[in-house]
């Protein structure tokens, strides 16, 4: 059986070949579809990725540990201790740990007044957040000590200040009461999204922690950040997370953002379908081609089976041409499509539309990501299609009578 | 009926074979009730004008057509009772076929061509080999076996038609219109072909013609009419 397998598999390649002008437009056909779906999946998966890592990115983290009942009343009331230790096993490898206290405010220049989020951080923890990202005109916060202000370049025009001058921060203490403190601005940051620009303010952490006085605690802070290796080992991490802290609260960056976490859920499907809608709409074109060919070759298909061929060997090899012709194609297509997504590599500039693709989440810099698990996908369900696409003409084939044939 | 049983037996035996196409729902019968007896040995040619029946009984002894009534063997195999399968399987082991058009695979070489149908009977490949160097060497082909047969005349691929045919050591050969497509002179040599065949391998071949060159070349002439046997010169003697 093997050997008369390779006879097909010869007898097939040699036909591929014999019909090259035909099949070279197939081919092409093949190659710029399964190309261009590349490549559009790759945009989609690197705003996939891009989302993901907004979200990771946007200070909340993989996970971010808070006490309760601070997402209903969000005040130093409810702190916890900044010695709460975070252990996780070492098969979940964790990127970076940020304390932070996280408040609302009020800032006020000589003309304007806006609500923001007071963020007391300590800058060398920040490297896991979009804290790394900013563009600083001016100087940037020197430590968790410094009490000097960091502001977006949004608000800083909002307000009509600049570096240097001083603005009022009115938040409350951890006493309960409103606490009215000036702030020299020693930055203005000028980050990728736009939103972080006009709703945070960032000092020192320790700064802040004087300033809103410490009733309980030593040391509090209203949330620690916790960013992973892998967003794989989020639900393993956060649970281990809950059963060391059973006092705290433990939230994933899926619980905090749902929408961006559908629209990322989202994603994979999109991709199998939108290459799904490419494939079949090629699939009419190739299962045309294809029945032209048995068509054209009915004398020499009838006649192997004047000689003896059975319908099941018929069948094989018709099948193995028209997967042939798929998975040359197929192979050409990854090839442009892995060219393409190069070409493409320092990403689009979609900073034209800043506020509607923030509103999706995204930086404004869209990068293509190809996996090579996308890239087995595509050729899986390519041969798929081609084994699906191969069972017309095949149909037709077997439908050929030897006598018909041969009073051809 | 066993191998051995049909030894004596004839390779061909029809009888009373009917055959009826419906074209338009009007019956048309290409076979009336033909009866036929061909021994091991013979050469026999089926001659008559366009619509006599030759073709079709020649397509029904081979196992490419179907019979509406009576009784066709072939090696002691009896047809009425195969399906498409076993009949596949009957003209892969039992029948070589030479048709009028060659019909050889064209992306093949001449030797592949000759070596494809042994590989579908499941011949090892050393055996497949030797055995396809040697039917063509047989039939003058020995230095074109690795030509594809857009490379070959007529004759030559007709010939590679005819190697691949007898590669098999079939019990019958059946040709029909061998030579319809060539020269005089090509159509001598290739009929001396099948007659050293015939009288030197004692292969029994069966052809369908109605050019008389092929009919004196061959031992028995069967002329058919209407569906009929018309004239056998075999109850003529």
Partial sequence: MLGTLTLLFNLSLRNIVRYRRRNFFLFAAIAIAVGGTTLSNSLIRGWQVDMLQTAVSGLSGHMKMQAPGFADDPSLQHAFSAGTSIALDPQLPIVGIAKRINLPAVISSERETRG?????????????????????????????????????????????????????????????????????????????????????????????????????????????????????????????????????????????????????DLVDATMVIWFFLIMSALTFGLVNTLIATVMQRTQELGMLRALGMNKQLLLIQVVMECVGIMIVGVVAGLLLGVALVFALGDGIDLSAFSQSVEAFGMSTLLKPVLTVEDLLLYGGLSVLVGLFASFFPARRALKISPLMAMNR | MTDSQTQSAPVVLCQNVQRIYQQESVPVYALRGASLAIEAGEFVSLAGPSGSGKSTLLNVIG???????????????????????????MRLNKVGFVFQAYNLIPVLSARENVEFILQLQGVSSQERQERANGALQSLGLGELGDRRPGELSGGQQQRVAIARAIVTEPVLLLADEPTANLDSKTTSELLEVLQQLNQQQGMTIVTATHDPIVMSYTSRQVAMMDGEIHQDSAMAT
């Fill in chain 1, 116 to 264: 923001v989020a007071m963020i007391g951080i300590d800058p060398a923890d920040e490297g896991i957040s979009l804290y790394r990202d900013f563009e600083i005109a001016g100087e940037t916060l020197s430590g968790p000590e410094d009490g000097r202000l960091l502001i977006g370049k949004a608000l800083a025009e909002t307000l009509q200040t600049k570096v240097g001058r001083r603005v009022v921060i009115i938040v409350e203490g951890a006493d309960g009461r409103s606490r009215e403190r000036g702030y020299r601005i020693a930055g203005v940051f000028d980050a990728p999204m736009e939103w972080s620009e006009t709703m945070l303010a960032f000092t020192g952490l320790e700064a802040l922690q004087q300033a809103l006085g410490t009733q309980r605690l030593v040391d509090p802070i209203t949330e620690l950040s916790v960013v992973l290796q892998s967003d794989e080992d989020r639900p393993q991490a956060a649970a281990q997370l809950v059963r060391q802290h059973p006092q705290l609260v433990v939230k994933d960056w899926r619980q905090m953002q749902p929408q961006i976490a559908e629209i990322v």
């Fill in chain 2, 63 to 89: 196992g490419l057509d179907g019979f509406d009534a009576g009784e066709v063997t072939v090696g002691g195999t009896n047809l009425g009772a195969l399906n498409a399968a076993e009949l596949a399987e």
